[in-house]
C-alpha cells in the first residue's frame, strides 16, 4: 500500500492526505451530486461530509462533542468559503464567456478552491492532534448512520442524496478533478 493512500499508517500525516481524499471522491459525478444537494438543501459543510468519509476509511469517528473542534474550521468557512461561494453563484447567470465578469467569477472559483483546501487541511490537523476524534467502533454504524448523525435532522427527500454520498465515500475511486461546485 502507498504511504499516500489514507487507509495507510502515514495518512495522518502525509501532506495534503485529505485533500487527495476529497478530490479522488469528488471526482465521482454521483458524489458531486449528493455533496452539492445536501450543501444547498439541508446547508451540510462539503468539507466536513468528506473528512467523515476520510475518518471512516482510516477507522476513526468524531465525538459526539466535536462541534467544539470543529469551532475554527466552521468560523473559516462562514466567513470565507462562503462569502466567496455566493457571489461566485450570483455572477453566474451574469458572467457571459470572455468577459471581464466571467474571468472574476473563475478568479472567485480559484479562491473558494483554496478556502476548500485551507478548510480540509485544518480538518486534517484536528484528526492528527486527535482533537474530537476516536476509534470508530460497532456501535458508530455504517458510513451512512455516521453522516446521518453529524447531519442532525434530515429532510426525508434528501434521503437518496445521503446514500449515494456514503455509497460513493465507501468505494475507492480513481484520483480527478478538484472539488467545487457550479
Known sequence: MAAHSTRSPFALTAPDALWRYACDRYADPDVAAACLALQDRADADVCELLWLGWLYHLGL???????????????????TTRPLRARRRALKPLARPGSPLAEWREQLKRDELQAEREALEGLQALTRRGDGIRRRGPADGDLYTTLLRHLGHLDPRLT???????????????????????
Open 160 to 182: 437518496c442524496p445521503l446514500r449515494a454520498l456514503a455509497q460513493g465515500l465507501a468505494t475507492t475511486k480513481p484520483a480527478g478533478r478538484e472539488p467545487h461546485g457550479e
Open 61 to 79: 469517528a468524531a465525538d459526539a462533542d466535536v462541534g467544539e473542534a470543529l469551532a475554527p474550521v466552521r468560523d473559516h468557512q462562514a466567513r
